[in-house]
């Protein structure tokens, strides 16, 4: 399958065993290896680990919040990524949450539209090796020049859910991310991109639009869909998933995990994740059943499904990522 990739790290895997895991991944076909930062990893040293044990699969990030890194640190970090892959990088970025952003890291979650445009700017002319003087609403930079600088310019994508954030990486992005959305929703999200490069002169068709899809290759999806219900209430109700999932028609499953989560019922907040949701965001079955699920995701207007296990047990991830493998 054309533009299949991988999501590290896969649940259940060391981050060392992710260097095997990313390595067999290359040997059978995968296209790239997409590397996520929420509270466990560090992306961009993952990343690039990953580009020391591999060759030829693209090496992104999916994605690293932008706010919790200084715009010189950041870009120094893709640089360095690039630099171990040997010119492989992908600087994926996004506004991530307050949770993250503000309660682990002590950083400002503020004007994220504006801060991730202002964020895309100053990367660029980082990446292109200019010395940077930038004086935005939420970015200030003074001086700041890349020595040495990237071989050349690092391809920025940007994370974005929502109308605003998906137009804005259709314009000045050059690839998307999205997460948690069925194939049926596909089409809807693609278009807030494709407008957004449309009204910025742009072609839509060169943007990827890469996509982390929750995989798991099993004779038993039963257990890995509750697994997946009772782990995902905190996503449900995290601002910009609220709403998010709001507009994809859950907006009931939205209130009903939020007010279980406020009288702190989790069986009530299970029972508000419902079947529908759980049949639009976990693939799971047989490898058959899986491989035509990324199949229509690719349909839909996903360039680059990422196959991203999150069931607990390494025999599963690695099942998974072979019976998968576009030469497997």
């Known amino acids: 399958m054309s533009g299949l990739a991988v999501s590290l790290a896969p649940s259940g895997l060391s981050f060392h065993d992710n260097l095997a895991f990313a390595k067999e991944a290359e040997e059978l076909g995968y296209d790239s290896a997409w590397v996520p930062e929420v509270g466990g990893n560090d992306a961009f040293a993952l990343g690039s680990a990953v580009g020391v044990v591999t060759d030829r699969m693209r090496i992104g990030t999916a994605v690293v919040p932008m706010n919790i890194r200084g715009p010189a640190m950041l870009a120094m970090a893709a640089s360095t990524m690039d630099a171990m892959s040997q010119g492989r990088a992908i600087c994926g970025i996004g506004v991530s949450s307050p949770q993250i952003v503000h309660d682990w890291n002590d950083a400002d979650y503020d004007k994220p539209l504006q801060r991730a445009r202002e964020t895309i700017d100053v990367l660029r002319l980082a990446f292109a090796g200019e010395k940077v003087n930038y004086d935005g609403e939420c970015l200030k930079v003074n001086g700041y020049r890349m020595l040495p600088g990237p071989r050349h310019p690092i391809p920025i994508y940007l994370g974005a859910l929502n109308k605003q954030m998906l137009r804005l990486a ?149 099942r998974t990522m072979r019976e998968l493998a576009p030469r497997g």
């Open 170 to 318: 259709g314009a000045h992005a050059d690839g998307v991310i999205i997460n948690m959305l069925g194939e049926s929703f596909v089409p809807d999200v693609v278009g807030e991109i494709r407008k957004g490069a449309e009204r910025a002169g742009k072609d839509p068709d060169d943007l990827e639009v890469v996509m982390r899809v929750q995989c798991c290759v099993t004779d038993d999806p039963g257990p890995i869909r509750e697994a997946f219900a009772n782990s995902f209430s905190a996503y449900i109700v995290a601002p910009g998933y609220d709403t998010f999932f709001t507009w994809q028609g859950f907006g009931d499953v939205v209130e009903g995990v939020r007010a279980a989560r406020q009288a702190k019922d989790r069986a009530a907040s299970r029972a508000a994740v419902s079947d529908d949701i759980l049949d639009a965001l976990v693939v799971a079955g047989t490898a058959d059943e899986v491989r035509a699920r990324l199949k229509a995701f690719m349909n839909a207007g996903v360039t680059t499904p990422a196959v991203h296990v999150f069931w607990p047990d390494p025999a599963t991830a690695w």
